[in-house]
């Protein structure tokens, strides 16, 4: 493996953002309120860390704790929203009650995005049968990529399925990229780029002083000489 490894990193704000990026990241995964694990943001936020920064963005549109989608009809405004305010990448997921696929809510929300690139996020890991879910998704437009942990509780417990799930890339629902993130440590690194993964997701480990800090450039760094030395040393 040659190509350098994807890194996400969970921005609040502009500080956040513009300390990720100095520290290697490749890509922003933008929210607010992560005593909710991360709601839409406002749309002036957006765009001052668009602003701010040129590396890739994804807006998180999710109103509410939980994965229900709640206002549908509010959720599309939103969504159409960031859209008209330049929003082009997008986080998204959606669960009925009895933790299948709310495959109405997101056909409804990904109709205003014109087709843009887009993450479902870990309400995959709370999905009563996630192979289901992603056969369901199979030619979903825009979805390029899947937030996993393999499990509710994080790497640690969801190792073998992120294994065994990077195994069937290719296969319908299984096309997309796979991005770690729920618990990953610096050591589920190795083995996880052994099996083909490439895609890593991190919040509060970019934080030395928790959530009430703000992003440490010198943390996100520390992801990207590893990440990087890694993929070297597979090559």
């Known amino acids: 493996m040659s190509k350098r490894a994807v890194l996400e990193v969970i921005a609040l704000g502009v500080e956040d953002a513009v300390a990720a ?12 309120d992560m005593a909710a694990d991360g709601l839409t943001p406002s749309v002036g936020t957006v765009a001052g860390i668009r602003d701010a920064v040129d590396i890739d963005l ?12 709640g206002d549908v009809d509010r959720l599309a405004g939103v969504a159409r929203e960031m ?4 929003a082009r990448e997008f986080v998204l997921g959606f669960l009925d009650t009895d933790g299948g696929l709310d495959l109405g809510a997101v056909e409804r929300v990904v109709g205003e995005l014109d087709g843009c690139r887009w993450t479902f996020h870990r309400a995959l890991d ?3 049968d996630r192979d289901a879910l992603r056969k369901q998704l199979d030619g979903m437009p825009g979805l390029d990529t899947y937030l996993t942990a393999g499990s509710a509780a994080g790497v640690d417990d969801g190792l073998p ?13 299984y096309e997309q990229r796979i991005l770690v993130g729920g618990g990953l440590r610096l050591d589920h690194v190795p083995k996880l780029l052994a099996a083909g993964i490439d895609a890593f997701h991190i919040g509060g480990a970019a934080r030395p002083d928790g959530w009430a800090g703000a992003v440490s450039a010198e943390a996100v760094a520390e992801w990207r000489a590893v990440l990087d030395g890694v993929v070297r040393g597979v090559a």
């Open 21 to 32: 990026q100095a520290g290697g990241a490749d890509r922003l995964e933008l929210v607010t």
């Open 58 to 69: 994804r807006v998180m549109l999710r109103l509410a704790d939980g994965f229900a989608a």
């Open 83 to 86: 859209r008209e305010a330049g």
């Open 126 to 128: 709370r999905a009563a």
């Open 161 to 173: 399925t992120l294994l065994a799930e990077a195994a069937r890339e290719g296969e319908p629902g």
